[in-house]
């Protein structure tokens, strides 16, 4: 992928190509002179042909306890109460307070805290070799969302906006509901990316509206024609600074922010939702209501072509109190999840619409402080669905206590790699030219992981 701003494409196919016969050369033309008048966002043709479409990004912001969802370790049982060394330290092991059984036809090992989701296990598609390298909140989100911790990068979601544009130009492609507030923009922006590649937040706690959407003061045309003006004089600079992707993607804001107070109200709207659809999702729900709204949300935003969805919610650091706090954490997104899977499948988009569940790491098999657990970057487990990975697959293991990954070792940067490649991008051919180098997702680091393609 290249870096050149859309005024200059044209040009340049033009120049690159005059030897290949008028035909294909007027072909070619006409379709940059389209790209040029649709924005950078327009949709953009993937390296090779992909699964998935979209993707929904849940994110379970704190690091949720694998060992008590998702990998079972009946060692960890059998050892309950065990003083093990940790670090300099000594810690006693605990027991996981939930039942774990086999589910579906592939055996899935799901515990009793996730009964809702249980019943998906043919649909999951398991990581238990998940690793990471930095262990402290602040640098393990930025690492989960742009591959690096230490500097500001383009975030997952915006490469891939980059990499394929947007399928409504009406709307986002990229949208961040209830965005991480103690990193911010860190983790949805675009960095040297173009400005038109960050996230669009939107917090529902706000209420299932998006605020200032509409101006106050101003009717429909009145803005209309304030937008234009603004356009010529913005335009008029474009053409003497030839390049300028902060001012480029100002100009494509503008214009989409003009289109989606018509857009969007529509789409926030459930009153047209059948009342078994809410209560599918468990809006009204004392406990799922919140995380049940961005759920159905995140299915009416695909399904008119969002790109890339990411839900956060926090509240997933459990040091301590683990049996009540983790099984609240949990009640409030197992039967929104499941009811989310239900309704992509019947309406045939789970085929093509890649599913992330996961945190920034995971969490210490033995306990810390009055009864949770601590940090872990060992191994953790994360899991995916639809998109074209392997339905009720179970990929990598750790240890029998659940703390160091030691199969199917797979990093942030592997992770990336793989999605990408069900989005039909090559990761290290999706780069972008930034301060004299070629920057990518997953710098000069990650592999595919071939095992859990379908």
Known sequence: MNSYPLITRRHMLQTALSGFGYTALTALSHQAAAAEKAGPLAPKLPHFPAKAKRVIFLFMSGAPSHVDMFDYKPELTKRNGEEVAYGRAQSKLLASPWQFKQHGESGQWISDVMPHLAQHADDLCILNGMTTTIASHTGGVPMMHTGNFQTVRPSLGAWTLYGLGSENQDLPGFLAMNPLSNLGQHNHGSAFLPASMQATMLRTAEGDSMPHLAPPHQSSAQQRRQLDLLASFNGARLEQDIVNNELEGLITSYELAFRMQTSIPSLMDFAKEKPATLKAYGIGGKATD??????????????????FIEIGTDGWDHHSSLQSRLGESCKAIDQPIA???????QRDMLKDTLLLWGGEFGRTPHSQLSGGRDHNIGGFTMWMAGGGVKPGHRHGATDDLGAKAIEGKTSVHDLHATMLHLLGLDHEKLSYRYSGRDFRLTDSKGSVVKEILA
């Open 290 to 307: 919140a995380f049940g709204r961005q759920c159905l949300l995140a299915r009416r935003f695909a399904e008119a072509g969002v790109r």
């Open 339 to 345: 009811a989310l899977l239900a309704d992509l499948k």
